[in-house]
């Protein structure tokens, strides 16, 4: 018997890392490829006989990681793609991974590291899908070498709104001959169709440890400074964490690493026996039991005096992934220690020319009263072609700010700032800017709806963020 949409659709509550903008929203998951573009097909068709989640659009779903509600459909249906998870072909001649879009970055790199092979671009977790690092263009603390996820994709299988299955690459394909469809997609939040399957491209590793040196500094100032000359652009890794807590002068200060993937003979005695072991624990998982204001001025004040001090100034000092790349998959549902009504978290890039603009940004936050812990900082080199891509040149800025009474005025306040010095926010972590605000900051995006218009004319791939925003 043929499967249907209607067999393996479940109602489910929805909402992004940040556990908020929650829906209740119709589900399909399944493994099955042509199941998910015969529901596509029937979302085209618009038919009144239809369910009513088969007339209000459609969007793709990985694991959930963005902090929005970019991978949610209130009115429609949700693809979730975590079942079509199957890692084809890994070519370790041509450094080339072929693989499902539901692949977790976690279970790539499980696959690969033994191996010796490696992903250039990595965000600040694993438990990313493939499609979902697309859909966002992610980013790590290897921009500033090596670019976003996008630029790391050799070719991908996209399924439009008419039902095709495209073949989308950077300098263009037969479908695609300028590249223009693949750079709309690149960071297009799933609004372009449903990314099915990518070949990515690798690099080659004899271990599976990080070299590295930290440093730290003792306000904004010098945090600023030591980013202004140039402290990451040697290191393929760079980034660190900055205190938002403690009163001036010691506002600012942070910790920050830089670092590359150790060769064999870096290692200590006992980790040359098994260098590409991929040594990347999760202890616990976070119970969800936090009350609502438990992150607050003095809690994350406490944790930050004990974070710096637990940082420090040296060279060569070997990390393992986790301990270098992920520090917070060691804990599993993290995001529950913000309570029930969630979280906020702000990211955004400060051009070269106006560095100077963190440290009375840095004042205004902690004069708000809105407290935050993790809190990041790292440089990002040049941008690529996609419209609605992220990094661009200059300093990236992540605040996680608990959800409480006038937290809505600082953001307007912060978005303010963040277009008058030339900056613009992260669509995988934005859930409250207005559209008017968003397209200020993106001065493409015009030549982003466009070809996102001819490749989809009649709005099928819908979110609820894309409704928020006015992007389709």
Not at 179 to 201: E, H, K, N
């Amino acid at each position: 018997m043929t499967t249907t949409a209607y067999d393996v659709v479940s109602t489910k509550t929805l909402n992004g890392w940040s556990r908020t903008n929650k829906t209740r929203a119709a589900v399909l998951a399944t493994p099955d490829v042509e199941t998910i573009a015969r529901a596509v097909a029937k979302v085209a068709d618009a038919n009144a006989d239809s369910p009513g989640y088969l007339r209000n659009g459609v969007i793709a779903r990985g694991l959930g990681r963005s902090y929005n509600e970019s991978a949610q459909n209130r009115a429609g249906l949700t693809v979730d793609m975590t079942a079509v998870n199957r890692i084809h072909r890994i070519d370790g001649d041509a450094l080339i991974a072929d693989v499902d879009a539901g692949v977790s970055l976690d279970a790539l790199l499980r696959t690969l590291v033994p191996l010796g092979l490696w992903l250039p671009v990595l965000p600040g977790t694993r438990q990313v899908t493939v499609g979902g690092a697309i859909a966002h263009d992610i980013h790590g603390k290897s921009h500033h070498s090596s670019g976003s996820f996008g630029d790391q994709v050799a070719d991908l299988d996209l399924l439009v709104a008419d039902g095709r299955v495209l073949t989308l690459a950077p300098d263009g394909t037969s479908d695609d001959p300028d590249g223009s469809l693949y750079w709309t997609t690149v960071a297009g939040l799933g609004l372009t169709g449903i990314v099915l399957r990518a070949r990515l491209r690798l690099q080659r590793t004899e271990t599976a440890y990080f070299l590295a040196d930290g440093v730290v500094t003792h306000d904004a100032h010098e945090t600023v400074d030591l980013h202004r000359t140039g402290w990451s652009d040697s290191a393929e890794y760079s980034a660190g964490w900055f205190d938002a807590v403690t009163k001036e002068p010691a506002l600012g200060r942070g910790y920050f690493t830089r670092g590359r993937l150790a060769a064999v003979d870096e290692l200590p005695a006992k980790l040359r026996r098994d260098p590409l072991r991929f040594d990347a624990p999760q202890y616990f998982t976070v119970p969800d039991v936090f009350p609502r204001g438990l992150g607050n001025r003095l809690t994350f004040g406490l944790m930050s005096r004990v974070y710096f001090q637990a940082g420090g100034t040296y060279t060569g000092k070997v990390h393992n992934i986790t301990g270098f790349l992920h520090p917070l998959d060691i804990m599993g549902e993290w995001n529950r220690f913000y309570g029930g009504t969630g979280f906020l978290q702000y990211q955004f890039v400060i051009p070269p020319e106006n560095l100077g603009a963190f440290v009375p940004l840095l004042s205004e936050v902690r004069a708000s009263g809105h407290a935050s812990f993790v809190n990041v900082l790292k440089m990002f080199g040049e941008g690529n072609r996609a419209p609605l891509s992220f990094p661009t040149p200059g300093m990236t800025v992540t605040f996680d700010f608990a959800i409480k009474r006038g937290l809505d005025r600082l953001i307007s306040e912060l978005d303010r700032r963040v277009i008058d010095f030339g900056g613009r926010l992260y669509s995988a972590k934005d859930s409250v800017t207005s559209p008017d605000t968003f397209h200020a900051m993106y001065p493409r995006i015009d030549e982003w709806i466009a070809v996102r218009r001819r490749i989809d004319p009649t709005g099928v791939f819908v979110s609820d963020m894309a409704k928020r925003l006015d992007l389709v």
